[in-house]
């Protein structure tokens, strides 16, 4: 065997698996809202010999010789995404979110600490300390939740449990929350039990970026956050801070948690942070706002129940036990008609996470594509089709078909066909 081939040459088998993937992603309305389309750009330098180096530690105090190119392309990263957020440190090393978030507590932690963040059910994350994760099993920790009537996260609740558990950690931020965060709130509520306040920005931190969400900046002592959702980048994570609690998060991350840092997913961040500060991003940021927005509108004209009643940011969440179908049959006929999400749980949902009430869907991927909130109104009319043909593979085909001739006029960001 040569080294040379192209990939199509020398391996058919998973050429073919990556052109279909390729060609799937163009012909979906693809509205999982932790997903996207990295450009062009951000491929190549995830695809590029950077892949090869290792670099443990840090730039100028490495543990490896030939850093000449790789101590630039972190320095690069992190005055870039310092820049693009307002922060005075960034820690571009986390290999994605949960390991992120786990560095965080490493850093602020010990086994057996009180922490705190929004339950699972009520759309946080996993690594907020829920019972399965790591982060629950090794930490005490107590999830706050939302309110029944408007589904919003109840301030004084937080305050509550804070000022009975004593966490060190509160996190705020979610996957599933389709409203503003008030970081000041937290900001508040943290100081007054000496907790660090970390907000997790996965979700929005494109939108935060572009200026279409509240920065947590200021507020939060610590921000961590993935890099490919609504910022566009390659898969990876981030931890952002002021300069004190530098050195135990760069500390926790590198030796604490992870070997090597991936370069080429550094370099990528680095070029969708470059990519990131153009006026053009901001209209972008604006736009996944406004077509979310626009989505939410009519698909309540539809009688959806849109958890909370609508949207602030990028994503939307339905109970759909008023349409008799349960989030796993939704989704799967939704795919079957081209349109791509993900079942999800709802507030106090009464059925379990494997086929919960509801579905999770956003705009990010589809904004990328171009799509403008002109656009939703047939986005909703084949969602509600799909939805009431669940069960008529041929009438969902018919959609699909649909669905793929009107993407064919928006090009998809890194996607040569
Ligand atoms: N998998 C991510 C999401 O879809 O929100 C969270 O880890």
Same mark, same amino acid.
């Given at each position: ?318 109970? #759909? ?6 989030? =796993?049959?939704?989704? $799967?006929?939704?795919? +079957?008609? /081209? !349109?791509? %999400? ?53 009438? #969902? ?6 669905? =793929?001739?009107?993407? $064919?006029?928006?090009? +998809?960001? /890194? !996607?040569? %066909?």
């Amino acid at each position: 065997m040569t080294f040379d081939p192209s990939l199509e040459q020398q391996d058919p088998e998973m050429y073919a698996l990556v052109r279909g993937e390729t060609q799937r992603q163009f012909d979906k309305l693809r509205m999982i809202p932790s997903e996207n389309y990295a450009s062009r750009a951000v491929q190549e330098a995830m695809g590029s010999p950077l892949n090869n180096k290792y670099s443990e530690g840090y730039p100028r105090k490495r543990y490896y010789e030939g850093q000449q190119f790789v101590d630039p392309v972190e320095e690069l990263a992190q005055s870039r995404i310092r820049s693009l957020f307002g922060v005075e440190h960034a820690n571009v090393q986390p290999y994605s979110g949960s390991p992120a978030n786990l560095a965080v507590l490493f850093a602020f932690c010990k086994a057996g600490d009180p922490i705190m963040g929004l339950g699972l059910p009520a759309g946080g994350h996993l690594t907020h300390g829920w019972s399965v994760s790591i982060t629950g099993a090794y930490f005490n920790a107590r999830a706050y939740g939302v309110r029944k009537d408007d589904h919003r996260i109840d301030m004084d609740e937080v305050r509550k449990i804070a000022e009975e558990h004593k966490p060190k950690v509160i996190f705020c931020g979610g996957t599933a929350y389709p409203r503003l965060w008030d970081f000041a709130a937290f900001a508040e509520v943290a100081k007054s039990v000496g907790a660090i306040l970390v907000a997790d920005i996965a979700h929005i931190s494109g939108l935060v970026a572009g200026g279409a969400h509240p920065s947590p900046v200021g507020h939060a002592d610590v921000i961590s956050s993935t890099t490919h959702k609504t910022l566009r980048g390659p898969r990876g994570g981030m931890i952002l801070t002021r300069k004190d609690l530098a050195a135990p998060i760069d500390k926790a991350v590198f030796p604490g948690l992870q070997g090597g840092p991936h370069v080429s997913q550094m370099a990528a961040l680095a070029v969708a942070a470059k990519e990131a500060a153009t006026p053009e991003f901001k209209t972008y940021a604006k736009r996944v706002v406004d077509n979310a927005k626009a989505l939410a509108s009519a698909l309540n004209d539809r009688g959806y129940a849109l958890v909370s009643g609508g949207t602030d940011n990028h994503l939307l969440l339905i109970d #759909l036990t008023n349409k008799n179908v349960t989030g =796993k049959r939704a989704a $799967k006929a939704l795919d +079957a008609a /081209g !349109i791509e %999400l993900n079942y999800n749980s709802v507030p106090f949902d009464p059925r379990k996470p494997f086929d919960p009430s509801g579905v999770r869907l956003g705009t990010p991927a589809i904004t990328s594509r171009g799509l403008g909130p002109e656009h939703m109104g047939h986005v909703a009319e084949w969602f509600d089709d799909a939805i009431k043909s669940e069960g008529d593979e041929a009438k #969902l085909g018919t959609i699909a078909a649909a669905v =793929k001739g009107f993407l $064919k006029d928006f090009p +998809a960001p /890194g !996607i040569a %066909l």
